[in-house]
């Protein structure tokens, strides 16, 4: 059973960046589709970015697409998010999940309920 803990959040100045880490245990991280998501105060979670399980492909919501980088390495079973050009509006607790079916591709991998296994989350916050 995969177990998933964020790690690299903080409070930065808008226009800085982050780099989340989602490091996870188990041996059948590389066989699955992951995701990141947030949610700010008062708000949904919503879906952040995607990526298949052998990193060749991604997926990104339209807020973040050209400021934020999903990026993956099998090797050390760890997952990342790679966030620059950082706005007041990104402030959220950001959540690394797990998707529930084998060997599918990042399409189709927005819905949360396509996840089954989540972190317990990381505080980003974005002063202006």
């Known amino acids: 059973q995969v177990q998933l803990v964020e790690s690299g959040g903080g409070l930065v100045q808008a226009g800085g960046s982050l780099r989340l880490s989602c490091a996870a245990s188990g041996r059948t991280f590389r066989l699955y589709v992951m995701g990141w998501f947030r949610q700010a105060p008062g708000k949904e979670r919503e879906f952040v970015a995607a990526?298949?399980?052998?990193?060749?492909?991604?997926d990104y919501a339209d807020s973040v697409k050209g400021r934020f980088t999903i990026s993956r390495d099998n090797a050390k079973n760890t997952l990342y998010l790679q966030m620059n050009s950082l706005k007041p509006e990104d402030t959220a607790v950001y959540y690394c999940a797990k998707r529930r079916r084998l060997g599918f591709a990042v399409v189709g991998s927005r819905p949360l309920e396509e996840y089954d296994l989540w972190g317990q989350g990381t505080q980003v916050t974005v002063s202006s």
């Open positions: 990526i298949n399980s052998s990193g060749g492909s991604t």
